[in-house]
Every structure is written in C-alpha cells, then in structure tokens.
C-alpha cells in the first residue's frame, strides 16, 4: 500500500493564480481530510469529508474549495491564491473505529505540499 | 470547544536526559490523545494514543482526566528523538475532528 499520496510535493504560484492540490489514498478510509501547518499555529484543519459526496468545512476554510467524488481521491482547489496561503499542506485519511474503543483510527498522513504564493 | 495546549515551542535537552513535552487540552466530553511525531522531512506519524497505552520508542504518555494533560516522557533522551511533537484531540461523536497543539520542537544535544 502507498498509504496517503501527495502530489505536487513544492509549488511555487503568483497572487491570484489557481491550482489544485492533489491527494489519494489506496487504504480504503472513509475520512480524509487537509490541514495546513504554519510555524507556531500547529496544524489546522482546513475542510474534510466523511464519505464520497460529503465535505464540510473545518476551521479555516476560505479560499479554498472541495470535492470528493471518489473514496479514494480528495483533491484541494486554492480559486485565487494569496500570500497568506503559503503554507506547507497535508492531506490525512482515517477510518471509524468499529471495535471495542468507539474512536476513529489515527490519521495517516500525506508527505506534504509545500506551497509558496508571491 | 475543544483546545489543545503545548506550552513550549521548543525543548532542547541533553542526549541521556529526561524528556517531558507538556500538553494540556480542555474537552467536555470523553476524549481520546495522541502523539504525533514528525521527524525532519518526513511526514507526520502516529507515536502513540492513550488508548492503547502502549510504549514507542521509550515514549509513554499517560492522560490524566483531573488535571486535563496528557505530557509525553521519556527517561532517557536519544538524538533521534530530536523532532517536532504534536499533541492532538480526538472528539468523541459523529465525525471525530481532530485538533492539533502548536506543536513542540525536541532538539536533543549530543
């Protein structure tokens, strides 16, 4: 299994550009997910989705768009970049936990992308 | 609504010392920690969760409901263990969301 791909893994846009962050996962997880990790803000979840067709907004959602139209692909849309929106990002998947603990599995994460707007 | 503290931002030790990396989180409900560990470039992994109590690496991390922490120790720090830690919360209900601390930077000094 290659577990959660990321893909590009740098991108370097101008201000206004657009670009779609590419994400896969081959473990079947029903949740994925996409954070963004800025120095002395941790990671902060940014949208994710509970099965194919379903997203929802997660803690700082603007400027960036969704869709799952498959279990195994959650693509990110960045519509207009802008310079707050350098950032390193990951994309995690998970799954329910339908054992004895009633959690969700820890997240695998993606290796990052790596994005730089100027 | 949930919130996960790590108080310091870096923690720099002495190769053979103790290890202890702060987190506190504040939940009403019944939740579930982990530990998070991303070594320099690479991506973040599972270190360990409380439900498991298990020991990686000479890690352990025991949740303490009174006192609201969950702080990672280690008797004996390696140089290997020099990475950055993430302290996270898992909600109970529904779609579990997950929030991540700030994150601590472990530098152990050969």
């Known amino acids: 299994n290659a577990g959660v791909t990321q893909t590009p893994k740098f991108q370097v846009l101008k201000t206004g550009q657009s670009m779609t962050l590419q994400c896969a996962q081959d473990m079947n997880h029903e949740y994925m997910s996409w954070y963004r990790q800025d120095p002395g803000m941790g990671l902060r979840l940014i949208h994710y989705s509970v099965g194919a067709g379903i997203t929802d907004q997660g803690e700082v959602p603007n400027g960036y768009n969704v869709s799952r139209s498959t279990t195994e692909d959650f693509p990110l849309r960045l519509l207009s970049a802008a310079p707050s929106q350098t950032s390193v990002y990951f994309c995690?998947?998970?799954?329910?936990?339908?054992?004895?603990?009633?959690?969700?599995?820890?997240?695998?994460f993606g290796n990052g992308t790596r994005l730089t707007v100027t | 609504a949930q919130r996960v503290t790590q108080p310091e931002k870096l923690l720099s030790v002495f190769k053979g010392a103790p290890v202890e990396l702060k987190c506190n989180y504040s939940?009403?409900?019944?939740?579930?920690l982990f530990w998070y560990v991303q070594y320099s470039r690479q991506r973040l992994q599972l270190l360990l969760r409380?439900?498991s109590r298990e020991s990686i690496k000479g890690f352990t991390a025991d949740l303490n409901k009174g006192e609201t922490s969950f702080h990672l120790k280690k008797p004996f720090a390696q140089e290997e263990d020099s990475a950055m830690y993430y302290c996270a919360l898992l909600t109970s209900g529904g779609y579990q969301k997950v929030t991540f601390g700030i994150g601590t930077k472990l530098q152990v000094i050969p």
């Open positions: 939940y009403s409900g019944s939740p579930e």
């Open positions: 409380h439900i």
């Open positions: 995690a998947s998970s799954s329910p936990d339908r054992g004895l603990f009633s959690y969700n599995s820890p997240l695998h």
